[in-house]
């Protein structure tokens, strides 16, 4: 058990030594993704803007909580990340399937070239988020510096989450559509537009029982409701330090193989 995550320990120590590397291309993908275009990658601000738009004018008919583009703004900015996060993890190593087979790079360069991707699109939406939190005349307090911890949180919890997936998306290829189709569907059954009063029901249980819960409120709750989510921070890194142990023990023990996976 040690060898194994020894081993994954010594990958992600070889990967990071390339940090140059794995940042340099993604920063070329996102330039990629977004080249000949009038715009470029400020086409993901315009992107979250519309979205987050849509819910705050349609879906806040009859409401009069003052809060809640805020509300929406920080809900689309954790969802839209840990959902970007986790369907595109699903085919990582699939989409570096050549790479994988024709270098002598670690497993990891892979992860964190994705993982600094979904950092740059997430920086994206968090300057739609600031926008909007502006013109609804959100008051900034001290205690907002606290979702930057939160968003730490969310952020140091992703090279994980994208270890688990891309090796389940290896392994299992047909999770990928199952995956992305789940989160279609998660973003309904998480709180990101919806509140909970503190009433019972199917939402008392799609709200506690549910782990995207707790990454959504260490952003939110300092911002929505200027108080400091004690509870959802121990949670939220209880269940980061759980994916963290299980994402070392499927590289150290699936580093050399994955290869014959794909």
Not at 53 to 73: E, T
Not at 101 to 126: C, E
Not at 235 to 248: D, K, T
């Amino acid at each position: 058990m040690l060898n194994i995550y020894k081993r994954a320990a010594n990958d992600m120590k070889d990967g990071l030594r390339l940090s140059a590397v794995w940042m340099a291309l993604a920063k070329e993908d996102i330039g990629d993704q977004h080249r000949n275009t009038t715009l470029g990658p400020l086409w993901l601000v315009v992107n979250y803007l519309a979205f987050a738009a849509s819910f705050i004018f349609l879906v806040r008919v009859g409401r009069d909580d003052p809060n809640y583009p805020a509300f929406v703004a920080t809900g689309l900015l954790v969802w839209f990340y840990m959902m970007d996060v986790i369907t595109n993890s699903v085919t990582l190593f699939l989409r570096e399937e050549n790479f994988i087979k024709g270098t002598t790079l670690p497993i990891s360069v892979y992860v964190f070239r994705f993982f600094a991707q979904s950092v740059i699109r997430g920086g994206y939406a968090l300057v739609g988020c600031i926008f909007i939190l502006a013109v609804s005349g959100s008051a900034p307090t001290m205690v907002w510096l606290y979702s930057i911890f939160g968003i730490a949180i969310l952020v140091m919890t992703a090279p994980a989450v994208i270890i688990i997936f891309a090796f389940v998306g290896a392994l299992f290829p047909d999770s990928q559509f199952l995956i992305t189709n789940l989160m279609r569907v998660g973003m309904f059954l998480t709180p990101v537009f919806w509140t909970y009063e503190g009433t019972g029901g199917i939402r008392h249980f799609f709200y506690y029982w549910n782990p995207f819960t707790y990454f959504l409120e260490i952003v939110r709750f300092p911002i929505v409701y200027n108080m400091v989510p004690v509870t959802p921070s121990l949670i939220a890194i209880g269940i980061g330090c759980g994916l963290w142990i299980s994402a070392l023990w499927l590289l150290g023990r699936l580093c050399r193989r994955i290869v014959f996976y794909l």
